[in-house]
């Protein structure tokens, strides 16, 4: 998730100043002090010499000659600034491009931008209406979406009147209350709807930030601050019997903090460990749940200067969605204080800009009670693992697989496992971090799976590009970001379609991959909207198309963008829409 763009002026003169390091092998000795932070805190991993990237020499990249674009080797975390280059446009792009697709309605505004850089969102169906969720944290909706032409908005959730202070209660709120990452299944025990609740890490912050004076290599008062905070990590389980707040109905109160003597009685008045569940997690309504976290601080071998944790894995028996037990814990080495050998094995060591560790749950492309055995993780700069969670009570490394660094972004984040079943492909992905293309282009990458003891890269998926209509070359002259952000979630209505991908590639738009020959992946569809709307902010103009959410039963892709949200249809694609009642109600997720 992006952080809030603050216009920090002296940021790129700080970066400057402080990164005048020697780029030194990782694990190399070297006698610099020790940082002033790991001085005061065990728990931030400093083994390696400052190796921070420079800031990009501007005539190393940029636009060439054959009207490719190209992108630097590397670059420090710096989300806050332009980096113009010979070739950009001076203004973002207020046209729209589309291809095989065709807008069936769209719907702008603060109602449909709960949050101007990234949402989640999940489908639930009563009483003959279906209805989407759409939140991050506080902000947060519900739509009647049953007719896609007339879509309503029958909650609006907010702290806006509290300045979004978590710590306040509203109308909306209890205090240190939220609207986290969630799954939503039929539990036929209950026989009722289920959600799974994340409670993790704020990741926009004012404790710690990006300035290496400030960041949490040099900020000891920051990390303790950020240590010091009271509040749940870990998940709340909650029954729905409506799809407003007020039907819902508190089951469990979960941490993940290893060192709470009770998960289900956890003292959330006060500071917990580790990072809380991340992200989505992931549950089809049956017995077996899994999460990202770190359970507890050991758990912290991550070179990103505003994160304290490095996440990893744990199952969880949701046999009683009331009673969630844990069942095993599962990290790779290096992730934890101590593990300081395995950890100077990585390229990114020293470097101060990786995030590494997961940022979402295990990938599984069939659930364990049908049959699954292989679960897929993508951990940032950790690359790819490849687990055995046949028995999730003792979840085992089958594979792994090194990516090239691609410094900075995000660079595992997604695997897409809907065509592993028929290829044996996965798709692996991280997502931009920065606008203009200051970073390496995150690739898509193709990766054989069907030994999964020998993951391998095999391909990568086509770069989109502009039409000629457009009249610029590359998406990187378009401003803002580029580079895919994810396919949707695996809660989706529906069975995904084979042969089909979509992503939501932020100035890019969606964009639909044929993916059905693995040898020829093709882009099919895409629609790139307008860069911006009426009422969005000028310091999101560049986050722009950060979602898609396919209803793979009604052949529906909705847009989430900085603007609102799109319904889309594409019948060469996805097949004829419905754009009303669906067939049959949503319950679980199929695979």
Request: net charge neutral.
């Amino acid at each position: 998730m992006r952080s809030l763009r603050t216009k920090k002026a002296v940021l790129a003169t700080a970066v400057v100043t402080a990164t005048a390091a020697t780029l030194l092998a990782p694990g190399t000795s070297g006698a610099t002090a020790t940082s002033a932070a790991t001085a005061t805190d065990p728990n931030i991993v400093d083994v390696c010499e400052d190796r921070r990237p420079e800031p990009a020499d501007p005539g190393a990249y940029g636009m060439q000659l054959d009207g490719s674009f190209r992108h630097p080797a590397q670059t420090p975390v710096d989300e806050e600034h332009e980096h113009s280059f010979p070739g950009r446009n001076k203004d973002y792009d207020t046209k729209s491009y589309i291809k095989n697709m065709k807008v069936e309605a769209a719907y702008e505004g603060a109602d449909f931008t709960p949050d101007y850089f990234h949402t989640w969102q999940n489908v639930v169906d009563f009483d003959g209406r279906r209805y989407m969720f759409q939140y991050d944290r506080s902000e947060g909706r519900v739509y009647d979406i049953t007719d896609v032409k007339k879509v309503k908005v029958v909650e609006k959730l907010t702290r806006d009147d509290v300045d979004g202070d978590e710590t306040k209660g509203n109308a909306s709120w209890a205090p240190d209350d939220y609207w986290g990452a969630s799954t939503v299944q039929w539990n036929k025990k209950l026989n009722a709807y289920v959600m799974v609740m994340s409670f993790e890490d704020k990741r926009q912050i004012s404790e710690l930030t990006d300035d290496p004076a400030e960041d949490k290599y040099n900020n000891p008062e920051g990390v303790k601050k950020l240590r010091e905070k009271p509040g749940l990590k870990g998940f709340k389980v909650f029954r729905l019997d409506g799809p407003r707040k007020k039907d819902w109905k508190l089951l469990a109160t979960v941490s993940t903090d290893a060192t709470q003597k009770d998960p289900l009685h956890s003292d959330t008045t006060k500071p917990q460990q580790g990072s809380g569940s991340l992200d989505v997690p992931y549950w089809t309504g049956e017995k077996y749940m899994f999460v990202a976290t770190a359970p507890d601080d050991t758990y912290s071998g991550s070179e990103y200067p505003t994160n304290l944790h490095s996440a990893g894995y744990q199952s969880w028996d949701m046999s009683d969605p009331a009673r969630p037990k844990l069942l095993d814990t599962w990290h790779l080495p290096g992730q934890r204080t101590g593990e300081d050998a395995a950890y100077r094995k990585n390229p990114r060591c020293g470097n101060r800009t990786s995030w590494m560790g997961a940022r979402m749950p295990l990938f599984l492309p069939k659930p364990v009670e049908k049959g699954g055995r292989y679960a897929f993780a993508a951990m940032g700069g950790y690359g790819l693992t490849v687990l055995d969670v046949s028995n999730p009570a003792d979840m085992k490394t089958v594979g792994h697989l090194d990516l090239p660094p691609s410094v900075s972004g995000t660079e595992g984040d997604n695997i897409d496992v809907s065509q592993y079943e028929k290829t044996g492909i996965i798709y692996y992905s991280g997502y931009p971090l920065t606008e203009d293309c200051y970073e390496p282009y995150k690739d898509v990458y193709q990766i054989d799976a069907k030994d999964p003891k020998n993951p391998r890269v095999v391909g990568v998926l086509p770069r989109p590009t502009p039409p000629r209509a457009a009249g610029f070359a590359d998406f990187c002259q378009r401003r803002g970001s580029f580079g895919p952000k994810r396919t949707g979630y695996y809660t989706n209505p529906g069975k995904h379609d084979a042969g089909v991908l979509g992503y939501g590639f932020y100035n890019a738009g969606v964009q639909f991959f044929d993916v059905s020959r693995p040898a020829k992946p093709e882009i099919e569809a895409y629609f790139v909207p307008k860069a911006y709307g009426p009422q969005t902010p000028d310091y999101a103009y560049g986050n722009q198309t950060h979602g898609v959410y396919v209803e793979w039963d009604r052949n529906i892709a909705w847009a989430l963008t900085n603007h609102g949200i799109y319904a889309l249809s594409a019948p060469k694609v996805l097949g004829k829409p419905h754009l009303t009642r669906p067939e049959k109600p949503f319950r679980n997720s199929e695979f």
